[in-house]
């Protein structure tokens, strides 16, 4: 009997540091998820806290937004002037 407290706090440590490792891991998906959303590089983005989006509202800045029909990407200015040569 003497050998299974000891087995019983490893089985506990080992269950404890595999369900943080797999909490890890799920953040690091979501995190990866999450920067797939391109709002922030959209030309319809206002940077307005009220209104993020023009076009869709309440889609902006969710998981709804990866995958927007109406996505455009923001030009800058050197790219118009290089537009206009």
Request: glycine letters at 4%.
């Amino acid at each position: 009997m003497g050998w299974f407290c000891p087995l019983l706090i490893w089985l506990v440590l080992l269950c404890f540091f595999c369900a943080i490792f797999l909490a890890l891991q799920d953040g690091f998906f979501y995190l990866r998820k999450l920067h797939q959303i391109p709002c922030d590089r959209c030309v319809f983005y206002t940077g307005e806290t009220c209104l993020k989006c023009t076009i869709h509202p309440y889609k902006a800045f969710t998981e709804e937004a990866i995958s927007c029909e109406d996505w455009e990407a923001k030009y800058s200015h050197y790219s118009w002037f290089i537009a206009e040569k």
